[in-house]
């Protein structure tokens, strides 16, 4: 028996594989560290059928597959590659991949005569996954019934269906890299822009491919977690039906209810986005109603059409018919719709936001959910000492349970009385998520540090006038003082924030 096939996922493979990487495609250099393996191994890429994006003339033996799922390529394995003690699953875009971690994991499997060998707390992309050949057959089989896309999760969920028949090791990074919800993989813009600023800091990585070395330039330098915008926050208009006490329009003074964005200056946006953001997600509006818009019906279509994820956030006030549909209609991944109406009893609705809409808005959550389940949300707000709201809510709601989104308060540092139901804030402060990720524009265009600067204190200019790529440069010395300060000394607003451990998807 052949003792390790070296399996190289290429099934979903994307345009940033060919991207140049140290002088060479991201795809080379990740098979470069992978040959240095082969005393002993076999390699074998699996990749779509379709037209590959990877060259024939990257030499490696190949199996085209017809579909993305693990049966395929689990069953494939064991038919047409059959013969190895061991199989170990890595990612074509894992361009810092440490050759060593493989040899290491393999040890563990033999010594610990183990079925499977995963990492814990590694970036994505850096962990091998190792296999002996009785657990392939087994698990072949069982992804007959379960088949899960091949992706990175695809062996452990097929195990966890019956967790306790598998003896599974483990191998735990010595630093916990979990907070940093790093992928190492190069599938995207922001994380080619992500290696990149790596390779600056330390150009040393090219040769030295250990992951102790790589573990270290990650510790010292989170700076690098900011690269294009993930999340951005759009108001479209800057208009609201209702009057929530704890809203952050019932302390701005700069409202301007007429103010509204045109689809000249969307489309713009979105363009510039796609171009410089192509995985960034649009959010519908931190501060305003979105579908008070004149033409949201265009705007959310123009989203929907560019291939930009869409958060829709709407009190649902608005939500007829023919939005619903369309929302309908739209691909459930790529967009998510969450409702506001944060109470189940109409009194304490009206209450609360000033006005007596609660069986419209429940009217119309139903509509959507009678039509579409998939990323449909049903928020209900955490109050702190509230737990009879919560409670209620779920009791209205149990139907459709697990839609419901509790969502943590907000005081926006403070300007709002009330606290949070629970602290979840971790004990150490570390720079905020908001700063790395998101970019929030006013309906007028003007950028604040993030959403919690309702005065736009801190301003890197106008998104329509200076454009995207100027206003998010405009903020990267906010993101490094706290870098260079955990405590956030140096900027007043963030002191009193509570929001800089929350992370938007
Ligand atoms: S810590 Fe709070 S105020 Fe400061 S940037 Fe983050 S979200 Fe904004």
Redesign the pocket.
Known sequence: MKPVLLVINALDVRDEATALFAGRPVWQETLRRIASLSEGCDLLLVCHEGESLLPEACDVPQTRLSGYGAHAVLSTLQHNHSGYEWYVFLDISAVFMDPGLVTAFLGTGRHRIAQYVYGEHYPKGIAPQVLSAEALAILAGVSSGNDFRFGEEAIFDLMGLDINSWDIEMVVSETDFRRMRLDLRIRSAEALARMKALLAIDPGLVDDWSYERLARCLREHVGILRTVPAYVELDLVDACQLSCHYCPRSVREDLVPEQSVSLDDLGRLVKDLRRFAPDATIALSPYSEPLLHPQAETAIRMILDSGLRLVLETNGIALDEKLAALLASADPERSIIIFSPDFSDPERFAREKGASLLPLVEANIERLLALRQRNVWIQAIQFEADDANLDAFYERWKAHEDAILPRKYNNW?QCIPGRPAVDLSPLVRTP????AR?LVIRADGRVP?????LECRVSPGNVFRDGLEAVWAGLER?WQE?CADPA?QG?P??AP????H?YNF
């Open positions: 540092c905020c998520w908001h700063l998101d540090m993030c959403k919690q600067d906010q706290q956030f900027l607003l963030c924030c509570d929001e800089w929350t």
